[in-house]
T-cell receptor
Framework: AQTVTQSQPEMSVQEAETVTLSCTYD???????LFWYKQPPSRQMILVIR??????QNATENRFSVNFQKAAKSFSLKISDSQLGDAAMYFC??????????FGQGTELSVKP | NAGVMQNPRHLVRRRGQEARLRCSPM?????VYWYRQLPEEGLKFMVY????????ESGMPKERFSAEFPKEGPSILRIQQVVRGDSAAYFC???????????????FGPGTRLTVT
């Protein structure tokens, strides 16, 4: 069974600064995908970034990038030049070959002006 | 292209009543997933459906909960005889058919917040 763990319930960052959210996962599958989702106060789940396990290059999407350490089973999200609109709950998730996404417990990010 | 639609957005039911939650996937998507989010928790998988088929219902409670995705119309998550513990946000997601790579991205609807009084 796949597990996803986020050990930081809350994080805070100053506007324009950089913050890193941590995530560890465990899976027995060789082909898998990892995701970061953002959930703002509206509760809409928004896909931020995805990483294919077979790709060695870390995914980037504008100010968002991941540090994918396959051997360490670590999948952290880095947000550069943080903006007030980045404040939200962030969920790390892993795709299980059976079709389901397995979510971590979430990290609540606050951005200070 | 409209996103995943869910209705109602908010649903209030008294204990013992039935709740019916609807999900219309994105156009062209044939895979539907339901997740439940209890307060202060992450999303938990409930069921994965394709048209007229339940693929994986390992996350569904054994009793009172059922889901369908008919050939025509939206997917329905049905909760019979609701109890207070069913109060949660229920999210639907969809993904396209075809190659495995495309299937892995799930697009979420805005959720239905169910309150049982």
């Amino acid at each position: 069974a796949q597990t996803v763990t986020q050990s930081q319930p809350e994080m805070s960052v100053q506007e324009a600064e950089t913050v890193t959210l941590s995530c560890t996962y465990d899976t027995s599958e060789s082909d898998y995908y990892l995701f970061w989702y953002k959930q703002p106060p509206s509760r809409q789940m928004i896909l931020v970034i995805r990483q294919e396990a077979y790709k060695q290059q870390n995914a980037t999407e504008n100010r968002f990038s991941v540090n994918f350490q396959k051997a360490a089973k670590s999948f952290s999200l880095k947000i550069s030049d943080s903006q007030l609109g980045d404040a939200a709950m962030y969920f790390c998730a892993g795709y299980n070959q059976g079709g389901k996404l397995i979510f971590g417990q979430g990290t609540e990010l606050s951005v200070k002006p | 292209n409209a996103g995943v639609m869910q209705n109602p957005r908010h649903l209030v039911r008294r204990r013992g009543q039935e709740a019916r939650l609807r999900c219309s996937p994105m156009k062209g998507h044939s895979h539907v997933y339901w997740y439940r989010q209890l307060p202060e928790e992450g999303l938990k998988f409930m069921v994965y459906l394709q048209k007229e088929n339940i693929i994986d219902e390992s996350g569904m409670p054994k009793e009172r909960f059922s889901a369908e995705f008919p050939k025509e119309g939206p997917s329905i998550l049905r909760i019979q005889q609701v109890v207070r513990g069913d109060s949660a946000a229920y999210f639907c997601a969809s993904s396209p058919p075809g190659l495995a790579g495309g299937r892995y991205e799930q697009y979420f609807g805005p959720g239905t917040r169910l309150t049982v009084t």
